[in-house]
């Protein structure tokens, strides 16, 4: 048994499994075409059989190797914004992608290079590249592989700014995106049968922890030849593994539970060589460049990842069970009770059911104002997948962007409250929700 997973489901066992798959399949890619071979963050690190690790291990070790300096065993913050090279010959050939190198920072840089191979290792992709933010990961990568005339498909309960690009920022550029009922997999998968050349999926979902079938419907975008993109920061790769499932691309908003402290920005993107290629040159271009100093805090932060996950994990459980049963709370959104709609799907296809959920109480936004002053152990602030416990209703958060018809349309009432729980000593957490429900 792995630490709160269940034995049956092991993720280092899955994560190996993956892993030494996706290893194979890199060394193919690489000596095939040295796909972009200027970004050092795509080959392999001295820790370069991931499959030989669990990933706890490699949440620590992975990349970092290549860039530790005079014998320090911490990654160096590279602040220079350029690269010199004495001999031309060299230059040219790290400036033209004959040879690995950086040369600018807007492009690459040493310590994001780390974490970018971090991350790739953990997700058991061939490529990796990353952004200034999650949004930035993510539209660059939309951005980046679509064109007028194309169509998206994706579900109602994507988070607030990537819906915010399918409803208003894509269909300027003549893209057609289509949002599907999030709980009809039958119907996003007639939607794809009809032409999809992006198929767009978020799962568990924010903020209602609504869980996409990936193994279905990754098959129904590979059935038309559709790219299809994952977002996995709510489960992060401790507990899924879309890659493994199929999926084409990953994306992070790497802000969240992969730096896990709420003090840096980021975002990544991990999968098919020739499409994170792709997302590297327009972000190249367009300049969403992660800042080295965020790099090394997301760095940090990743040391701690696994034991963070398992710990948020089971503050959330208890959670979602104490709020199932309280008689304030009309509803809890959590893929791990048994009362979840799509329990059985995360528990087929996640190692474990995250620190991430949400519930309404009796009295709607009225009672939410009235609880959340009283939590003492939570930030009411629009963020979450820190060590601290963070609360908020989607209208501050998650759909801020949204009008409340939007919210409505996309089955997001007023009055939920997201939770996303903390490192804390579950006793505390209980109890504190539990003055604070008093209070209302």
Same mark, same amino acid.
């Not at 974490?115 to 930035?136: D, H, I, N, Q």
């Not at 060589?273 to 805090?297: C, S």
């Not at 009295?363 to 629009?382: E, I, N, S, Y």
């Given at each position: 048994?792995?630490?709160?997973?269940?034995?049956?489901?092991?993720?280092?066992?899955?994560?190996?499994?993956?892993?030494?798959?996706?290893?194979?399949?890199?060394?193919?890619?690489?000596?095939?075409?040295?796909?972009?071979?200027?970004?050092?963050?795509?080959?392999?690190?001295?820790?370069?059989?991931?499959?030989?690790?669990?990933?706890?291990?490699?949440?620590?070790?992975?990349? $970092?190797?290549?860039?530790?300096?005079?014998?320090?065993?911490?990654?160096?913050?590279?602040?220079?914004?350029?690269?010199?090279?004495?001999?031309?010959?060299?230059?040219?050939?790290?400036?033209?992608?004959?040879?690995?190198?950086?040369?600018?920072?807007?492009?690459?840089?040493?310590?994001?290079?780390?974490?970018?191979?971090?991350?790739?290792?953990?997700?058991?992709?061939?490529?990796?590249?990353?952004?200034?933010?999650?949004?930035?990961?993510?539209?660059?990568?939309?951005?980046?592989?679509?064109?007028?005339?194309?169509?998206?498909?994706?579900?109602?309960?994507?988070?607030?700014?990537?819906?915010?690009?399918?409803?208003?920022?894509?269909?300027?550029?003549?893209?057609?995106?289509?949002?599907?009922?999030?709980?009809?997999? +039958?119907?996003?998968?007639?939607?794809?049968?009809?032409?999809?050349?992006?198929?767009?999926?978020?799962?568990?979902?924010?903020?209602?922890?609504?869980?996409?079938?990936?193994?279905?419907?990754?098959?129904?975008?590979?059935?038309?030849?559709?790219?299809?993109?994952?977002?996995?920061?709510? +489960?992060?790769?401790?507990?899924?593994?879309?890659?493994?499932?199929?999926?084409?691309?990953?994306?992070?908003?790497?802000?969240?539970?992969?730096?896990?402290?709420?003090?840096?920005?980021?975002?990544?993107? !991990?999968?098919?060589?020739?499409?994170?290629?792709?997302?590297?040159?327009?972000? $190249?271009?367009?300049?969403?460049?992660?800042?080295?100093?965020?790099?090394?805090?997301?760095?940090?932060?990743?040391?701690?990842?696994?034991?963070?996950?398992?710990?948020?994990?089971?503050?959330?459980?208890?959670?979602?069970?104490?709020?199932?049963?309280?008689?304030?709370?009309?509803?809890?959104?959590?893929?791990?009770?048994?009362?979840?709609?799509?329990?059985?799907? +995360?528990?087929?296809?996640?190692?474990?059911?995250?620190?991430?959920?949400?519930?309404?109480?009796?009295?709607?936004?009225?009672?939410?104002?009235?609880?959340?002053?009283?939590?003492?152990?939570?930030?009411?602030?629009?963020?979450?997948?820190?060590?601290?416990?963070?609360?908020?209703?989607?209208?501050?958060?998650?759909?801020?962007?949204?009008?409340?018809?939007?919210?409505?349309?996309?089955?997001?009432?007023?009055?939920? !409250?997201?939770?996303?729980?903390?490192?804390?000593?579950?006793?505390?957490?209980? +109890?504190?929700l539990a003055q604070a429900l008093d209070a209302v």
């Open positions: 048994m792995c630490g709160f997973y269940p034995a049956a489901r092991c993720p280092a066992q899955e994560w190996k499994n993956r892993a030494s798959e996706s290893n194979e399949c890199f060394d193919q890619t690489w000596n095939a075409g040295a796909i972009f071979a200027a970004l050092p963050s795509v080959r392999r690190s001295p820790v370069s059989d991931p499959s030989e690790l669990d990933p706890a291990s490699v949440t620590v070790w992975g990349g $970092e190797e290549r860039y530790l300096l005079d014998r320090a065993t911490q990654v160096p913050v590279v602040h220079s914004v350029a690269f010199g090279y004495p001999d031309f010959d060299e230059w040219y050939d790290v400036a033209t992608g004959v040879a690995a190198g950086h040369i600018y920072g807007r492009n690459t840089n040493p310590t994001v290079a780390v974490f970018e191979e971090k991350v790739r290792l953990l997700e058991g992709g061939e490529a990796v590249t990353s952004a200034s933010t999650g949004m930035a990961a993510i539209s660059n990568t939309l951005h980046a592989l679509l064109r007028p005339g194309d169509r998206v498909v994706s579900v109602k309960d994507t988070y607030g700014g990537t819906s915010l690009l399918f409803t208003e920022f894509l269909p300027s550029f003549g893209i057609t995106c289509d949002l599907i009922d999030t709980t009809d997999t +039958a119907a996003i998968e007639t939607a794809v049968s009809q032409g999809c050349d992006l198929l767009y999926l978020e799962t568990p979902t924010n903020p209602t922890l609504k869980v996409l079938d990936l193994r279905r419907l990754i098959a129904a975008g590979h059935g038309v030849k559709a790219t299809v993109v994952v977002d996995n920061t709510f +489960a992060t790769p401790m507990n899924q593994l879309p890659l493994a499932l199929g999926a084409d691309l990953v994306v992070h908003s790497a802000t969240k539970f992969l730096g896990g402290h709420a003090d840096a920005l980021g975002g990544v993107v !991990v999968g098919r060589a020739d499409l994170v290629k792709k997302v590297y040159q327009y972000r $190249e271009i367009n300049g969403a460049t992660l800042d080295p100093m965020a790099a090394y805090l997301l760095l940090r932060g990743m040391k701690t990842l696994q034991i963070r996950v398992e710990r948020q994990a089971e503050n959330a459980m208890a959670v979602a069970v104490f709020l199932e049963a309280h008689p304030k709370v009309t509803r809890v959104n959590y893929p791990g009770l048994a009362s979840h709609p799509q329990h059985e799907i +995360a528990a087929s296809q996640m190692t474990g059911f995250g620190s991430m959920l949400s519930f309404a109480i009796e009295g709607g936004l009225d009672a939410v104002k009235g609880f959340l002053p009283h939590l003492k152990l939570a930030h009411r602030a629009a963020n979450l997948g820190a060590v601290e416990t963070t609360v908020g209703p989607p209208a501050t958060t998650s759909h801020v962007e949204c009008t409340p018809q939007e919210r409505e349309a996309l089955g997001i009432p007023e009055g939920l !409250v997201r939770y996303s729980a903390g490192i804390e000593h579950v006793d505390d957490l209980l +109890a504190d």
